[in-house]
Each structure stands twice: as structure tokens, then as C-alpha cells.
């Protein structure tokens, strides 16, 4: 009986290893390939530019003395992030769009960010770090893809389609997790990370504009947005000396950025910095490494700023061709939401396309002037271990929904052919 027993637990280990390996062979099938060989360039020139950007001490002046510490820490959160996104792609799809588990997952993190605007740590201006022995985590992070999802749960459950195939509406599956969005925000509004505010702002109203209105009501949204940045930038010229003689982090930037160079002692600093890095890139930069802005005082030029060094080190052509690799990224997911055949995999789809866009354009439109400085990431480039972790998230919840619609696409496929 004894040798039985153990043949069978033996027959039961083979039967699983067996069972893993033929779930990596068929998900390594069938994983966007491209999106992967995307992602990877990118997050390979992200590290080769935080060891760059962190050569240096912060006054500039010394080299570290142990100058792969970020760029280790940034692989660190390269491996989790690989690793987290990899075991969502052995979770069932249904878990993707499960009302339940969606609020549920939202409403924990919500918590964690109600303790950490109580007991967060303080960073450029916001409460919106958590410290939990020698790992700092910002848990508004997560929460965007949180958002991006039950947004996209939203999306769907207001669809005609969805209305018409219920016999009772279920309304709570909208104010619900409505009112759940409000919150976090509120709690991130009162860190203040504004930032990451306009970034989820902004996903959320262009995902309903992709996904809910008609044209004419998306064209109308289009002049109130730039009737607004418009207002933004002649408000930023009227009050900008106001708005720089005040205590507040956020209103300096704001009064900053139109001119900065008129504050540049002060919280146009940086911008003017920045304006520097890029005149002296030319067409094909100084080298890696090379910047002189890298042994200048830049505050925050691994992470807010690391597109100035980009430009610095590659020149227009460097910069062209990381910005460009991002846009094919975000593309390609946008192709992905206009094939498939789930009206909510086609929301979350392009969610995250649409995320990755707002959070590139928020951190390029600071970089560059464009915008008020936000503090936000360039996405799988900047350092920062929070965000890169996040944005491999996203892009595994991603390549989940895309394995399920090739599935689908497969099955049908056979039933046309009548295989």
C-alpha cells in the first residue's frame, strides 16, 4: 500500500509539472510578441539611463561611491514587476472582469492609502509614500490600474448591449463603483499628489470618449480641453508672481512654467535646468554618461526629468527613438482594443494604452514647458520601483485579455472551418 501511495503521489507531482509546462509553453505562444520585444527595449534604455542619470551625487560634484545602487534597485523592481505579471497570466480571464473582486481589491487599497495619508512619508511636496521597513511604496500607483478596471466595468455595464441583455438593472454596479473611484481620488487629492490626480483624471475621460460617446459630443470635449489649457496657461501668466510667492509646491510650479526662466532661482529651477540638457543634445547627444547636466544640480533628473538627460546623452535622434517606441507600444495595445470581440476587454484594452499615453504626455509636456510640473513618471524608463512595477502590471493584465481574445478568435476560426 505504501509503494501504491507513493506511485500515486509521484503520478500526481509528474501530472502538475506536466500540467505547468505545457501552460508555459502555450502562454509563451501566445503572448503578444511584439508588445514583449517593445517593452523590453524600453525598460533596457530605462536602465542604461538611470545608471547614467545617478553616476553622480546630488551636488553634482563627486561621483558615487557605489553607482549601481539605483540601477540595482530598479532591477529589483523590474524582477518583481516581471514576476507578478507573469503569475497573472495563469489567473483565470473571468478574474479580470469579476465585479466582486475588482471592488474588493479597489476598496484594500483605498484603506492603505487612507493610512498613508495619515501616516505616509512626506516626498516633493506630497504625502504619498508609505514606508514599511527599508521599501517605500506609493500605493496611488497601484490604484491607477485598479481605477482603469472598474472604469472600464463602468464602461460596460452602461453599454446598450449590456442594458439589454438584463431583465433587472443593476445599477449598483454603477454607483458603487463610482463612488469607490471618488474616494481614492479624494485621498489622493488630499496627499495632494495632483499628478497622479490629472493622470487618472485624464485616462477615465478619454476612455469615455473612446469607448462611450459619439463624435459629435468628442469633438465639443476636445475645444473644452483646450479652451482649459488655455485658461491654465493665461492664468499661469496673469498670477504667475502670485502663485511663486506662495508656500504652496504645487501653485509655484504652476506660476513657473509658462516663463521659467523668470523664476529660475526658484521654482523654475529646474525647467530652465532642463531647457539647458536639451540645447546641448544636438542631433545625436554627448554620449552616455557625458551629460554635463549630470554633474550639474538637476533635482530629480532620474526620475521627473529624466527625458533632459535622454536628450543630453542621445541627442533628438535618442529621444525620438524611445518616445517612438512607447507610441508603438500604446499603439499596438489600441490595436489589440479595435480587434477584439469583448466589448470590456476592448475597454480595459485601451485603458491601458490609454494610461501609459496620459502618464508619457503628462511627464514629456513638464519636461518640455508644456505643462505645469506634475512629478510624474516616464513610464518604464524613470526610476522608480513603485511605477515600474505598476506599469508591468498593466501590462500583464494586458497580454492576459490579449491571450484570451486569441483563444477566442481561435475558436471561432475552427467553427467556421467546422473543424
Known sequence: MRQSYHMTEGRKRSFWIEEIKDNL????????????????????????????????????TTARSFPVGHLFKQGVAVVIGSILASILLFLPIDFFGNYTILLSAHGLLTLILLGTVGWGTISKGAKSWLSIGAFNFQVSEFTKISIMLLM??????????????????????????????????????????FGMLIIITGTMFTMLIVNRFGTKFNIALYVVIIGVYGFLQALAWKLGDLFSRTGMYQLKRLGSF???????????????????????GGWFGVGIGQGLTNRAQLPERHTDF?????????????????????????????????????????????????????QMLVNVGGALGLLPLTGVTLPFVSYGGSSMIMCLLLMGVAQRIIIAEKNQMEIEKEAAYGI
Open 25 to 60: 509553453s502555450k502562454y509563451s505562444r501566445q503572448i503578444d510578441k511584439p508588445l514583449l520585444v517593445l517593452m523590453l527595449l524600453i525598460i533596457v534604455f530605462g536602465l542604461v539611463m538611470v545608471y547614467s542619470t545617478t553616476l553622480f551625487s546630488e551636488n553634482g
Open 258 to 280: 509658462v516663463d521659467p526662466f523668470k523664476y529660475a532661482e526658484d521654482a523654475g529651477y529646474q525647467l530652465t535646468r532642463a531647457y539647458i540638457a536639451f540645447s546641448r
Open 306 to 358: 529624466i527625458l533632459a538627460i535622454v536628450v543630453e546623452e542621445t541627442g533628438f535622434v535618442g529621444a525620438c527613438v524611445l518616445l517612438g517606441l512607447l507610441f508603438a507600444l500604446i499603439i499596438r495595445l489600441f490595436l489589440w482594443a479595435y480587434k477584439s470581440k469583448n466589448f470590456y476587454h476592448r475597454c480595459v484594452l485601451s485603458g491601458a494604452g490609454i494610461l501609459y499615453l496620459v
Open 152 to 193: 472600464s466595468c463602468i464602461i460596460y455595464h452602461t453599454c446598450r448591449e449590456y442594458r439589454a441583455s438584463q431583465e433587472i438593472l443593476r445599477d449598483k454596479r454603477i454607483w458603487q463603483p463610482t463612488l469607490s473611484i471618488v474616494i481614492a481620488m479624494v485621498l489622493i487629492g488630499l496627499q495632494p499628489d
